[in-house]
């Protein structure tokens, strides 16, 4: 008896164990995604380190609202077992967009095969283009649950361009391999992310003016749990409609501007968007809000009559209009005139604290942070990463619309109050130099 019952165990065990091995294991799906981005002290621009390859590496990226691919340069020191170059014509190539086949002379590595797909990149930093092997790699990013960081999750072959390190011209923060784009391209971040694990097309941009902390980019529906406060922040937002530019960048339609309540008189024509020129871009890699050459002009009049009793000197470049840091009013009296970027409803605006409208550029001086973009921008106005900064973004592409709050310094939180202190790690995580 006791043989029959030990044999009945086994029986059972083994069919359980068999059971077991064929269940198939739901693939991991985060409702969140959240991209750790610190600011560089010398260019001002804001970097995010995205793991990366077989075995995974941090890569450092430029981030860049406007790009529509990640791009990184390969010609040097790209290892990665996972790499895959998709043939030419194939589905990943369609999905990218414009591209031809591509053909490489030298042996084949990285971003030189034959017969796979070739698509532009540019230096959002000089505007330079270069040809590109689009490519297949792993990428993680880390996974949010409530108020804690959860496990990475990983996209196994996600596309992206293999550049070449010609590309890296102009003044890119030390140590940065290529460009993270956030651009409404289907091979950008967001969308390619919000396909691979099913969450909205949606993302969040909170930048730290702080280079000793960091802000976030936050992919899918994210919480703001991280940082006490910024739920109830976050339900405040001012929405305006978003309009996409021909190389998926991001534009919103700014009707006038105002200082301290008072209209600046321009031509408001120059406002309007035809085919991705003239509006207002809102951009990342550009350090500091640009105006088109006569709306500076007038801008700049405008705010030394609102900004009486404070002398000029010598301008520092790249601005235009510089003062006395000494006779400055102390931030607390309220003495700097506010900037508002009016939108098409004009009960929703842009508001740039007055204190936010100067930036240190030298000792004892301090210049408009607005810059001269001359007669023919690409946009009359960009607004910069430094009026970026501490503000809490969220793009809602499905609904084609972007939603913004007033600077954080008028809060008890700022964008650099998130705790990503939690984060899992992975032993094999090194950076790439």
Same mark, same amino acid.
């Given at each position: 008896?006791?043989?029959?019952f030990?044999?009945l165990?086994?029986?059972?065990?083994?069919?359980f164990?068999i059971?077991e091995?064929r269940?198939v294991?739901?693939?991991?799906k985060?409702?969140?995604?959240v991209?750790?981005?610190?600011?560089?002290t010398?260019?001002g621009?804001h970097?995010?380190?995205?793991r990366k390859?077989t075995p995974?590496?941090y890569?450092?990226?430029?981030?860049?609202?406007?790009g529509n691919?990640?791009?990184?340069v390969c010609?040097?020191?790209?290892s990665s077992?996972?790499y895959n170059?998709p043939?030419?014509?194939?589905?990943?190539?369609s999905?990218?967009?414009?591209?031809?086949?591509?053909?490489?002379?030298s042996?084949a590595r990285?971003?030189?095969?034959?017969?796979?797909?070739?698509?532009m990149t540019?230096n959002?930093?000089t505007?330079?283009?270069a040809?590109a092997?689009?490519?297949?790699?792993?990428?993680?990013v880390?996974?949010i649950q409530g108020?804690?960081?959860a496990q990475?999750?990983t996209?196994p072959?996600?596309?992206?361009?293999?550049?070449?390190?010609?590309?890296l011209?102009?003044?890119?923060?030390?140590?940065v391999?290529?460009?993270a784009?956030?651009?409404?391209?289907p091979v950008?971040?967001?969308?390619?992310?919000a396909?691979?694990?099913?969450f909205? /097309?949606q993302f969040s941009l909170?930048l730290s003016?702080s280079?000793?902390?960091?802000?976030?980019?936050?992919?899918?529906?994210?919480?703001?749990k991280l940082a006490t406060g910024?739920d109830?922040?976050?339900k405040?937002m001012?929405?305006t /409609?978003?309009?996409?530019?021909p190389?998926?960048?991001?534009?919103?339609?700014?009707k006038?501007i105002?200082?301290?309540n008072k209209t600046?008189?321009f031509?408001?024509?120059?406002?309007s968007?035809t085919?991705?020129?003239?509006g207002t871009l809102i951009?990342t890699?550009?350090?500091?809000?640009v105006?088109e050459h006569?709306i500076?002009?007038?801008?700049a009049?405008?705010f030394?009559?609102?900004?009486?009793?404070? /002398?000029?000197v010598k301008?520092?470049?790249p601005?235009g209009?510089?003062?006395?840091?000494?006779?400055l009013?102390?931030?607390?009296v309220?003495g700097y005139p506010?900037?508002?970027f009016?939108m098409?409803?004009?009960n929703v605006?842009?508001t740039?604290?007055g204190v936010?409208s100067?930036?240190?550029?030298r000792p004892?001086?301090?210049?408009?942070?607005?810059?001269?973009g001359?007669?023919?921008p690409?946009?009359?106005i960009?607004?910069?990463?430094y009026?970026l900064e501490d503000?809490l973004?969220?793009?809602?592409l499905s609904n084609s619309k972007v939603?913004?709050?007033?600077s954080?310094?008028?809060?008890p939180v700022n964008?650099a109050?998130?705790?990503f202190?939690?984060?899992l790690?992975l032993?094999?995580?090194?950076m790439?130099?």
């Amino acid at each position: 008896m006791a043989s029959t019952f030990n044999s009945l165990l086994i029986f059972f065990a083994a069919l359980f164990f068999i059971s077991e091995s064929r269940v198939v294991r739901a693939p991991f799906k985060p409702n969140s995604l959240v991209l750790p981005v610190h600011k560089d002290t010398a260019t001002g621009l804001h970097v995010a380190n995205i793991r990366k390859s077989t075995p995974r590496v941090y890569v450092p990226f430029l981030v860049d609202l406007n790009g529509n691919f990640l791009w990184v340069v390969c010609d040097q020191n790209y290892s990665s077992s996972t790499y895959n170059a998709p043939f030419c014509h194939s589905t990943q190539c369609s999905r990218a967009g414009d591209h031809y086949c591509h053909k490489c002379h030298s042996a084949a590595r990285p971003g030189c095969h034959n017969n796979t797909c070739a698509v532009m990149t540019i230096n959002p930093l000089t505007r330079s283009y270069a040809v590109a092997e689009l490519a297949q790699d792993l990428v993680s990013v880390q996974s949010i649950q409530g108020s804690n960081m959860a496990q990475i999750a990983t996209v196994p072959n996600f596309l992206f361009a293999c550049a070449p390190s010609s590309l890296l011209q102009g003044p890119f923060p030390k140590s940065v391999q290529g460009v993270a784009g956030l651009g409404h391209a289907p091979v950008a971040l967001p969308l390619q992310l919000a396909s691979h694990f099913g969450f909205p /097309p949606q993302f969040s941009l909170c930048l730290s003016s702080s280079t000793n902390t960091s802000g976030g980019i936050f992919f899918g529906n994210a919480p703001f749990k991280l940082a006490t406060g910024f739920d109830n922040i976050s339900k405040s937002m001012a929405y305006t /409609p978003l309009s996409i530019g021909p190389q998926a960048e991001y534009f919103i339609l700014v009707k006038s501007i105002k200082i301290n309540n008072k209209t600046v008189p321009f031509n408001t024509s120059l406002l309007s968007a035809t085919r991705g020129f003239g509006g207002t871009l809102i951009s990342t890699t550009t350090p500091y809000t640009v105006l088109e050459h006569s709306i500076f002009k007038t801008f700049a009049s405008f705010f030394i009559q609102q900004f009486v009793g404070v /002398p000029q000197v010598k301008s520092v470049p790249p601005f235009g209009l510089c003062f006395n840091s000494h006779n400055l009013p102390p931030t607390r009296v309220g003495g700097y005139p506010n900037i508002e970027f009016v939108m098409q409803n004009r009960n929703v605006s842009w508001t740039i604290l007055g204190v936010d409208s100067l930036v240190n550029a030298r000792p004892n001086v301090s210049c408009l942070a607005f810059v001269d973009g001359g007669l023919n921008p690409r946009a009359s106005i960009v607004i910069g990463a430094y009026h970026l900064e501490d503000h809490l973004l969220h793009f809602d592409l499905s609904n084609s619309k972007v939603g913004y709050t007033s600077s954080l310094q008028s809060h008890p939180v700022n964008c650099a109050n998130f705790n990503f202190t939690s984060a899992l790690t992975l032993e094999e995580d090194t950076m790439r130099d």
